[in-house]
Structures are given as C-alpha cells and as structure tokens.
C-alpha cells in the first residue's frame, strides 16, 4: 500500500428515516474528497451504505405495517436513489443485511471471542434507542439523551459483552502517541477526555426472542447482535467481500459527525485491537448543520431535505454552499438566503463573470479562437504566480479539512484574474492594432485562469467545471497538476459561449418567500436567513467588549432570564476568517460548545486551552462569520484597553450555575 492509497467512508445511515441535508453534507463532502485524490492520481475507494439492523428499524417497519427486509429495502433504495441524484460517486453501496457483510462480522465476533474478550452477563442501565446503546449518567442532560432529545429508559437484562475496558490504557496510548490519528483536535481532546474515566464493557447483543431483527452470534443463537459491533464492521466486511483488503486497509479516512464520535473514537479502535486487526489511519470528525429550531429532526419538523434544494439550484450550487460555509470540525446554520447569497458572490459573479467576459472578448477580438500568446510581461506575474502556486496550497488546505480555505483560495485567483482584466483592460487594447499581439496574451491568460479554476474546483462543482471546460473547447482529461501548469491552453482552439453556468438567483423574490414563510411561521431557515429576511445585521459585533456601560436597572426576574455558566475551555483556535475573533470550544458538564469571542487581540489560542470562565449559556446561537457561537464569555475591559477573562477563585465543576 503506497503513500498514494486513499480510502474514504461516510457512516452506514440508518434507514429509519429518510435522507436529509447532514447525510447529505457528509456524503457529498467524502465524494469531493475523494475526487480530488482521484483527481491526484491517487488509488481511490469510497464506501457509503445503510445500517439496518437493530430496534428503531424494527419498531419503524412495525410502524409501516410491512416485514423489517421489505422496510430495509426500501429506504436503502432511496438513499442510494439520492446519492445518484447528488451525482456522488461512491464505489461501493454496502447494506448490513447483505451476506457478505454478516459473514465478516461472525468471522470477528468468533475471533473476539475466542480470545476471551466477550463475556455474558447481566447488565441494568439506561438504554436511548435513538443511540441503539447505554448512556452513563454523565451523558445525560436533565435526565435526557443530549442528541435525542428523549429519556432513556432503564432495562435490564442477560447480554454478551466485549471487555473494551481492558483497552483503555492501550487507547490512550495509541491516541498520544498518533497527534492525527482523531481530528480535529477537539474531537481528539474530547475522546481523551473520554478514556480518562473507566469506560466499562460494551453491551453487544440482544436476545433474540425480543429483537430478533439482527445477526445471531456465531456461538449462541439465542443473541443477535446490531448497530455498533455489526455497523463499525461494515468499514471492513466491504473490502473483505471484494478482496481489496490488502489494498485499502488501513489506509481509511472515516469521516463522520460529532454524534458518533465515541462509537467510532472509542469503541472501533478496541475491537480492531482485539480482533488482531490493523487500527483505520483517520477519524475526521465534522459539526452539525442546524436550523434556528435546532437540530434535524422530523418530529419538529425542520428537516431540510436535499433533493428539494438540488431541484431548485442545482446540484454543483448547493455542493458549493455546503463545503464553502462549513469550516471543518464546527457547527454551522444552513439558510437558504445564505445558499443563494454564496452561490450569486463566488459562482454568478465571480466565477460566470471571467467566463463571460472572457467568451465574450474573444468573440469579439479574435472569432472565439484561442489566440497565440507572447511572453508574459511584468503585469502578468501576479496571475501566474497565483495559478501555479494553486495546487500546492489546495493540498495544504485539504489535508488540513479546511475545505472552505482550501475553496477560497481558488476564488482569490479568480477574483485576482477579474482584476486583471480590470487592470489590463483589453477594450483599450482592442482600440490599437499595434497591441493586438498584448491584447491575443491578456485574452490567452484569462482563459488559462479559467482552465486552471475550472480544474481546481472540479471536486466541488464536477458537472459545471466540465462545463466549463466544453466552452473552452477542452474535454475532461485533467489531473490536478493541470490547475497550476500553466500554458495548456492552445492557440486555434475553437471555444463556444453556453448558457450560463449559475445564473443569477433573484434575492428579492427569494426575500419575498422567505419573509411569507416567517410570518406565516412555515419556515425552518436559521438565524442568519430571518435576520437577512428582515434587513437586520448578524455581525461579529454581536460580542463585541464594550467595556463598563451603565444600564437601565432590571428587576431579579428580568436577571434571572439570564443563565451564566461555569465552562471549561477545551480546545481553542483563531477563527478562520476574522482576525479578531477567537473559536472556543468549551465544556458544560458533558456538554461541548463552541463559542466565537472577539478577545484575540488579548489572548493567544494556546494560553486558554484549561481555563475555567464564566458564560452566558442562554444566549441565542448567532453565526459569527460563517461559524455558529452558542454562548458569549464574559470578560472585563478597562478604559486603558486592559481586557480578562472572568475567572473563579476556587475549582468550580465545569457546568455549575452563577447566581
Ligand atoms: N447508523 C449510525 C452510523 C453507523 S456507522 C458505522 C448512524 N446513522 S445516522 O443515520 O444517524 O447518521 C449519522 C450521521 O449522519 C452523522 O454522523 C453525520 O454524518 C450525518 N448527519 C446527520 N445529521 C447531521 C447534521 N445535522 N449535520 C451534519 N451531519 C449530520 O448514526
């Protein structure tokens, strides 16, 4: 396996529901991934599928009335359905309830237990059917599953289970001794976090007589077991069934949400280990979307559905929007009026005006022909450094999942090259049949700019970066290196003016339903979209210091609507695109934020990580430049422009209430 194998996995969905805009988001994000590695030259696999044993998809087929095989079938269908819709080019679909699949789980389990690492026993605690697993008291908040919303019930009953704890040193371990190994930071500070208490054994099966909808344990057919010990598998058993195993193990990127993290940081590592397998290379762990009504779900009714947003803007549209405004690792609102704001700045305008005008002149000047190009002078140094340092720092940039730098940084060449023809100014040149060698070079490089840009963001918008290219008169035979070799293009080639790529998406209609939908009150839009509906500013001035300010008095009610918390800072990094803003990640109890503060200009990102502040916890969750705060640290500022943290004179748990 060399340096150039690459094999990324989304998470098995369960079809319990249908899919909504996160699978979506994670899905696409891995197929952008993964073109790029193809587009590297890299030897590429890319797994997604469907987790469809356990109880909530047993109870959701009891629920429609038909067999848990014919319920299955059904919603893996509509999940394969919409990633061909999506465009996504996934290698291979894999189910649970595939043969394949179950007989590497049963090879596992039996390896497992004959090493003795799976006892039975009888187990009593919390179970949440939504996780499909036992919650400790530490995970609940007030007495309900974080994620679900819903309190779990107590059971009671004889399971086998694997001895996960006896992996806990070597974990801990493994996770310092591999800084990369669960990314972002964060997500690694928080398993650690995690492995710092016992993390008991971990319940694998079921009997049978009460869930029968699983995989009986190859030793004892009276227990199926489901969803974690079967699910994590998947990873494997797909490459197994294929006999590419030596090809793509371990070389695996999972990529998930923050919701499964300890399944896939904690309970996957140990099994691996146990199993004598080979433990998976990456764990790149992402944020939520939310709406301003919280999380997905379909009991409230909020769920943003990705087919809908494909049919109205297109798929390479929402594509953009979704890799563009998400910084890795953090939680994000997604708006509508936000998705057509981005797709009208960076497609419409930026992007479609080059190709325009560049079509357009070249009409103009020289039939649609490619003209010949001179050597570049002094003033096309700019652009051409720009272009050919492109690739390279595209690959900084993805390496580190900071897709949206890594995007931004095309649009700067893009939005350099509209400069240039700003400044080079070809009308003028045209005027002058001396210039017209000076005038064919500007014309050459704009549509090399386009050929490189069109290359560049072809993992993100595949279908109108060919496009692109077709006006161009080129095909599809590119590799990434093609975005920065500049001087591909050649002189004689015949280019053709299309439709437009993106047009323009009209904001005052869109603002028009939008702000009927909010006063009807049928709307699941974010903060962000109401706040642009109703001409209000969402700003990083929202948490701005202002220093000491005397206020109308309030009475203890009006204070009490006020909730300050202790937090604990975790993990803490400058915000990607503010100079003055810090992104925070802090504790509450077992509760993980991300908070944006606008005190960098006092603190340096290492020298919070430990500290125990004071937050206002009940704030409203506001984006501040592209990432959602759902908090605000309190800090005091004086009139020399001194400025501190709060910070408490004794050790207070991380969680507890300031009155
Ligand atoms: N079946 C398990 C995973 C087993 S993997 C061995 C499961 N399924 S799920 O259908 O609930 O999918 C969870 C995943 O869906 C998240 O980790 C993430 O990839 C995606 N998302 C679901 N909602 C999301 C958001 N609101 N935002 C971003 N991604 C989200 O857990």
């Given at each position: 396996?060399?340096?150039?194998?690459?094999?990324?996995?989304t998470?098995?969905?369960?079809?319990?529901?249908?899919?909504?805009?996160?699978?979506?988001?994670?899905t696409?994000?891995?197929?952008?991934v993964?073109?790029?590695?193809?587009?590297?030259?890299?030897?590429?696999?890319?797994?997604?599928?469907t987790?469809?044993?356990?109880?909530?998809?047993?109870?959701?087929?009891?629920?429609?009335?038909?067999?848990p095989?014919?319920?299955?079938?059904?919603?893996?269908?509509?999940?394969?359905?919409?990633?061909?819709?999506l465009?996504?080019?996934?290698?291979?679909?894999?189910?649970?309830?595939?043969?394949?699949?179950?007989?590497?789980?049963?090879?596992?389990?039996?390896?497992v237990?004959?090493k003795?690492?799976?006892?039975?026993?009888?187990?009593?605690?919390?179970?949440?059917?939504?996780?499909?697993?036992?919650?400790?008291?530490?995970?609940?908040?007030?007495?309900?599953?974080?994620?679900?919303?819903?309190?779990?019930?107590?059971?009671?009953?004889?399971?086998?289970?694997?001895?996960?704890?006896?992996?806990?040193?070597?974990?801990?371990?493994?996770?310092?001794?591999?800084?990369?190994?669960?990314?972002?930071?964060?997500y690694?500070?928080?398993?650690?976090?995690?492995?710092?208490?016992?993390?008991?054994?971990?319940?694998?099966?079921?009997?049978?007589?009460?869930?029968?909808w699983?995989?009986?344990?190859?030793?004892?057919?009276?227990?199926?077991?489901?969803?974690?010990?079967?699910?994590?598998?998947n990873?494997?058993?797909?490459?197994?069934?294929?006999g590419?195993?030596?090809?793509?193990w371990?070389?695996?990127?999972?990529?998930?949400?923050?919701?499964?993290?300890k399944?896939?940081?904690?309970?996957?590592?140990?099994?691996?280990?146990?199993?004598?397998?080979?433990?998976?290379?990456?764990?790149?762990v992402?944020?939520y979307?939310?709406?301003?009504?919280?999380?997905?779900?379909?009991?409230?009714?909020?769920?943003?559905?990705?087919?809908?947003?494909?049919?109205?803007?297109g798929?390479?549209?929402?594509?953009?929007?979704?890799?563009?405004?998400?910084?890795?690792?953090?939680?994000?609102?997604?708006?509508?009026?936000?998705?057509?704001?981005?797709v009208?700045?960076?497609?419409?305008?930026?992007?479609?005006?080059?190709?325009?005008?560049?079509?357009?002149?070249?009409?103009?000047?020289?039939?649609?022909?490619?003209?010949?190009?001179?050597?570049?002078?002094?003033?096309?140094?700019e652009?051409?450094?720009?272009?050919?340092?492109?690739?390279?720092?595209?690959?900084?940039?993805?390496?580190?999942?900071?897709?949206?730098?890594g995007?931004?940084?095309?649009?700067?060449?893009?939005?350099?090259?509209?400069?240039?023809?700003?400044?080079?100014?070809?009308?003028?040149?045209?005027?002058?049949?001396?210039?017209?060698?000076?005038?064919?070079?500007?014309l050459?490089?704009?549509?090399?700019?386009?050929?490189?840009?069109?290359?560049?963001?072809?993992?993100?918008?595949?279908d109108?970066?060919?496009?692109?290219?077709?006006?161009?008169?080129?095909?599809?035979?590119?590799?990434?290196?093609?975005?920065?070799?500049?001087?591909?293009?050649?002189?004689?080639?015949?280019?053709?003016?299309?439709?437009?790529?993106?047009?323009?998406?009209?904001?005052?209609?869109?603002?028009?339903?939008?702000?009927?939908?909010?006063?009807?009150?049928?709307?699941?839009?974010?903060?962000?979209?109401?706040?642009?509906?109703?001409?209000?500013?969402?700003?990083?001035?929202?948490?701005?210091?202002?220093?000491?300010?005397?206020?109308?008095?309030?009475?203890?009610?009006?204070?009490?609507?006020?909730e300050?918390?202790?937090?604990?800072?975790?993990?803490?990094?400058?915000?990607?695109k503010?100079?003055?803003?810090?992104?925070?990640?802090?504790?509450?109890?077992?509760?993980?934020?991300?908070?944006?503060?606008?005190?960098?200009?006092?603190?340096?990102?290492?020298?919070l990580?430990?500290?125990k502040?004071?937050?206002?916890?009940?704030?409203?969750?506001?984006?501040?430049?592209?990432?959602?705060?759902?908090?605000?640290?309190?800090?005091?500022?004086?009139?020399?422009?001194?400025?501190?943290?709060?910070?408490?004179?004794?050790?207070?748990?991380?969680?507890?209430?300031v009155?």
């Open positions: 396996m060399s340096d150039k194998t690459f094999y990324a996995t998470p098995i969905f369960y079809v319990n529901a249908e899919p909504h805009i996160g699978h979506a988001y994670t696409i994000l891995v197929d952008v993964t073109r790029y590695h193809r587009l590297k030259g890299d030897d590429t696999f890319f797994l997604t599928g987790d469809e044993h356990g109880e909530k998809i047993q109870k959701a087929a009891d629920a429609a009335g038909i067999s095989q014919a319920y299955t079938d059904q919603i893996s269908s509509k999940f394969r359905s919409t990633w061909d819709d465009g996504i080019r996934y290698d291979e679909f894999i189910r649970t309830t595939e043969e394949r699949h179950k007989k590497t789980v049963n090879e596992i389990l039996q390896t237990y004959d003795g690492d799976i006892i039975f026993g009888e187990y009593g605690g919390l179970y949440c059917i939504g996780c499909e697993r036992y919650l400790t008291e530490k995970e609940l908040v007030d007495g309900k599953c974080k994620d679900h919303d819903t309190v779990p019930e107590y059971r009671s009953e004889e399971n086998y289970f694997f001895r996960m704890e006896k992996y806990r040193p070597w974990l801990i371990e493994y996770i310092e001794d591999n800084p990369d190994f669960i990314r972002p930071e964060r690694r500070n928080e398993v650690l976090g995690i492995l710092r208490e016992p993390i008991g054994d971990l319940s694998i099966s079921r009997p049978k007589d009460r869930v029968p699983g995989i009986p344990l190859p030793w004892d057919d009276n227990h199926v077991t489901y969803v974690w010990f079967d699910a994590l598998i990873y494997y058993s797909a490459l197994e069934s294929q590419t195993t030596e090809r793509y371990p070389a695996v990127n999972h990529f998930i949400a923050k919701d499964i993290l399944p896939h940081g904690v309970f996957w590592p140990t099994m691996l280990k146990s199993a004598g397998l080979p433990i998976y290379k990456h764990l790149n992402h944020g979307w939310q709406t301003d009504t919280g999380k997905m779900s379909k009991s409230k009714g909020n769920v943003v559905r990705p087919l809908d947003l494909k049919d109205k803007y798929n390479d549209a929402f594509r953009y929007y979704l890799l563009k405004d998400m910084s890795f690792g953090l939680d994000s609102t997604f708006g509508e009026l936000g998705l057509a704001e981005r009208n700045a960076d497609l419409a305008n930026d992007l479609g005006n080059l190709l325009n005008r560049t079509l357009g002149m070249l009409n103009k000047y020289f039939d649609s022909v490619v003209p010949e190009s001179a050597e570049p002078t002094e003033a096309d140094n652009l051409l450094t720009s272009f050919k340092a492109l690739p390279a720092d595209i690959d900084v940039f993805f390496e580190k999942l900071q897709f949206d730098r995007i931004e940084r095309i649009m700067e060449s893009v939005r350099l090259s509209n400069r240039y023809i700003a400044e080079t100014k070809p009308w003028e040149l045209a005027k002058d049949e001396s210039k017209k060698e000076r005038l064919g070079t500007v050459y490089n704009c549509v090399e700019a386009l050929r490189c840009a069109a290359i560049a963001l072809s993992p993100v918008i595949p109108k970066s060919l496009e692109l290219l077709a006006q161009l008169g080129l095909g599809d035979n590119y590799t990434i290196e093609g975005a920065g070799n500049w001087g591909l293009s050649y002189a004689g080639t015949k280019t053709q003016a299309g439709t437009p790529l993106f047009p323009r998406i009209d904001m005052d209609e869109l603002r028009a339903s939008v702000e009927a939908d909010v006063a009807t009150g049928d709307t699941n839009m974010s903060d962000e979209t109401t706040a642009i509906a109703t001409g209000e500013a969402v700003s990083a001035e929202t948490e701005e210091v202002t220093g000491i300010v005397h206020k109308d008095e309030v009475t203890i009610d009006d204070f009490a609507k006020l300050f918390r202790v937090a604990e800072i975790v993990a803490c990094e400058n915000h990607p503010a100079d003055k803003l810090l992104v925070l990640s802090v504790k509450l109890a077992d509760e993980e934020r991300t908070i944006v503060s606008g005190i960098r200009e006092w603190y340096d990102a290492e020298d990580v430990g500290k502040v004071i937050i206002v916890a009940n704030l409203k969750p506001v984006k501040l430049r592209g990432i959602l705060s759902q908090g605000m640290i309190m800090a005091a500022e004086d009139a020399d422009g001194n400025l501190a943290v709060s910070a408490l004179d004794k050790d207070i748990a991380s969680g507890s209430e009155r």
